[in-house]
């Protein structure tokens, strides 16, 4: 394999963020990651706690979104909910930028959005990964055309403090012409663009459309250190099945 299996699990926060998350789902969530020997488990505010207690002294940080899914949360509310997790436990935070300020342009609106989150992060020893939700962001917006518009973001967030930038929640769905929703999630060529627009002290993270092994490889060669993942179980025991079998 051309990858080890610890470099692999350990560049995935199993993510446990559907709407109708159950109590018991969270435990066998956290469970399954400690099994697997995963980044993190990325969850709800209301659930830092409970999993700070089963992941304790296993290694698999906890990690907590802020704003989620669309970011539209006011900024000192998402200081206070950064603030909140981390007393209860999160190591990480994955905040969701305010899309509808960057898309009218509000730039030192949404550099102050993410400041403050990441001061306050930082503050009690947690860092800071910033979701653009790139499948909204296609068409640009502010007089630049998409990947202008994304690079603009990348920019910001590093001077904002960000330790990753993320390209969506996995839950950014898209209203179609026939009125149907669907989402890319994370895309090669948005992958490409936000690791050569962020300097090498910004990690990227993909999230959204990531659900196989050969998935999460093709991440990490376009420079992801970190992939937010459900479908964990099936990706790391195809691993150990090519790795049996010599593949």
Not at 1 to 25: N, V, W
Not at 75 to 81: A, G, I, N
Not at 83 to 96: H, P
Not at 216 to 242: F, K, N, P
């Given at each position: 394999?051309?990858?080890?299996?610890?470099?692999?699990?350990?560049?995935?926060?199993?993510?446990?963020?559907?709407?109708?998350?159950?109590?018991?789902?969270l435990?066998?969530?956290?469970?399954?990651?400690?099994?697997?020997?995963?980044?993190?488990?990325?969850?709800?505010?209301?659930?830092?706690?409970?999993?700070?207690?089963?992941?304790?002294g296993?290694?698999?940080?906890?990690?907590?979104?802020?704003?989620?899914?669309?970011?539209?949360?006011g900024?000192?509310?998402?200081?206070?909910?950064t603030?909140?997790?981390?007393?209860?436990?999160?190591?990480?935070?994955?905040?969701?930028i305010?899309?509808?300020?960057?898309?009218?342009?509000?730039?030192?609106y949404?550099?102050?959005?993410?400041?403050?989150?990441?001061?306050?992060?930082?503050?009690?020893?947690?860092?800071?990964?910033?979701?653009?939700?790139?499948?909204?962001l296609?068409?640009?917006?502010?007089?630049?055309?998409?990947?202008?518009?994304?690079?603009?973001?990348?920019?910001?967030?590093?001077?904002?403090?960000?330790?990753?930038?993320?390209?969506?929640?996995?839950?950014?769905?898209?209203?179609?012409?026939?009125?149907?929703?669907?989402?890319?999630?994370?895309?090669?060529?948005?992958?490409?663009?936000?690791?050569?627009?962020?300097?090498?002290?910004?990690?990227?993270?993909?999230?959204?459309?990531?659900?196989?092994?050969?998935g999460?490889?093709?991440?990490?060669?376009?420079?992801?250190?970190?992939?937010?993942?459900?479908?964990?179980?099936?990706?790391?025991?195809?691993?150990?099945?090519?790795e049996?079998?010599?593949?």
């Open positions: 394999m051309k990858y080890t299996y610890e470099q692999l699990a350990g560049m995935i926060d199993h993510s446990l963020l559907h709407p109708t998350l159950t109590d018991r789902e435990e066998d969530g956290c469970k399954l990651a400690v099994k697997y020997g995963v980044a993190s488990v990325c969850i709800k505010p209301y659930a830092v706690r409970r999993a700070a207690e089963l992941l304790a296993s290694g698999v940080r906890a990690g907590c979104v802020i704003g989620f899914p669309h970011g539209n949360s900024t000192e509310s998402k200081r206070y909910e603030g909140l997790a981390c007393r209860d436990g999160a190591v990480e935070i994955d905040m969701v305010n899309l509808g300020k960057a898309l009218s342009g509000d730039w030192d949404v550099e102050q959005d993410v400041k403050v989150v990441c001061d306050e992060a930082h503050r009690h020893g947690a860092k800071v990964k910033v979701i653009f939700e790139n499948d909204y296609g068409q640009g917006g502010a007089g630049l055309d998409g990947d202008s518009f994304k690079r603009r973001l990348c920019q910001i967030c590093e001077r904002a403090g960000a330790d990753w930038v993320k390209t969506s929640t996995g839950f950014g769905f898209v209203k179609q012409p026939g009125g149907g929703y669907n989402y890319q999630g994370a895309t090669a060529h948005d992958l490409k663009l936000m690791r050569t627009a962020c300097s090498p002290k910004v990690q990227v993270k993909a999230a959204g459309g990531v659900r196989d092994l050969d999460l490889m093709r991440v990490r060669e376009l420079g992801a250190s970190r992939c937010g993942a459900s479908a964990t179980a099936a990706i790391l025991d195809e691993y150990r099945r090519r049996a079998a010599g593949e």
